[in-house]
């Protein structure tokens, strides 16, 4: 329902979930890098998202949901699992070695205009000279950033940026594909799906890779992908399917500024990350592209489009 057939006391409810959802999302970010001292990247993608589909898993043991044994349903699975799961979380947790959570905040928040490069592609969405201008803006953001990757690492930082980069990308194209495909399974049975099936994928390929040893693993570790797991992946995407039925498709898409916003400064406070001055100007181009992008407006307000699902 609109929000304005909510009661005061709904709309507070509202407010705190969106509130919380956009503070959990921005600081998965620094749990990320600060979990990536105890422990490798695959391994800790494979162990976040492993707990996390056993928990979604037993949230629909609770609420007797069908799930679907049908050959297209497992095939969507395995896509999402490899292109929305797998692939993007193992480039963002491999690049925060090298750069700083803000950065990759900011990086990552590119998805929407993936998005809308893909939708034209998958879904036959109209690249509006609109949407075009907000990607070459953000595009641009990106050069700057390129630009300035000396000042942070060199050729490591480089890589890092693009891996990054990459991730948005199968990010953009999974959204398109969720989109496309997935409107006819219950939520939390998808997301149950691509959680389990990604993270043993990730699980299989880090035991070869990296021969890391999760019982060795420091409290503080341990509490970083807990965090990650509960509150970063079921709590938020519970709180994210709760406050998209109650709250307009316009609010609840400025996660897409707020977010990225949020992580750089908590980057800033709590790990002391320096971003300089083009860094600065690369992200507000970025933002800027994206709303440009994914923002309209229709007989005097400002209206949008949810084209991408919350993250990360």
Known sequence: KGTSEMRPSGTTAVTLGYAAMCLIWSSTWIAIKLGLQGA?????????????????LFIIRLRRVHIPMTRDFARLGL???????????????????????????????TVPIDVAIFARV???????PRKLAGAA????????????????????????IT??????????????VIKKYAFNYDPFVMVAATFTIGGTLVA??????????????????????????ILGS???????????????????SYQNFIIPVLAVVMGWIFLGEKITMRVAVGAGCIVAGIALAT??????????????DART
Request: net charge neutral; aromatic share 12%; charged share 10%.
């Open 40 to 56: 490798p990247p695959m391994t800790a993608v494979a162990l976040r998202f492993i707990i996390a589909g056993l928990l979604v």
């Open 79 to 109: 896509f999402l699992s490899i292109f929305h799961i797998g692939l993007p979380y193992v480039l963002v947790y491999w690049c925060e070695q090298y750069i700083s959570s803000g950065l990759t905040a900011v990086l990552y928040s």
């Open 122 to 128: 998958l879904l036959g969405d109209a690249l509006t």
């Open 137 to 160: 803006i953000g595009f641009a953001g990106v050069a700057v950033i390129f630009s300035d990757h000396l000042s942070f690492g060199g050729n490591e930082a480089l890589l890092a």
């Open 163 to 176: 891996a990054c980069l990459a991730s948005a990308l199968s990010a953009g194209l999974s959204s398109v």
């Open 204 to 229: 299989a390929a880090a035991v070869p890779v990296e021969a890391s040893n999760p019982l060795r693993f420091s409290a503080g570790t341990w509490g970083t992908i807990l965090y990650l797991a």
């Open 234 to 252: 079921v709590v938020a995407f519970a709180i994210y399917f709760w406050v998209i039925k109650r709250i307009d498709v316009t609010v609840l």
């Open 295 to 308: 923002l309209r407006t229709r007989l005097g307000a400002i209206t949008t489009r949810l084209e991408h």
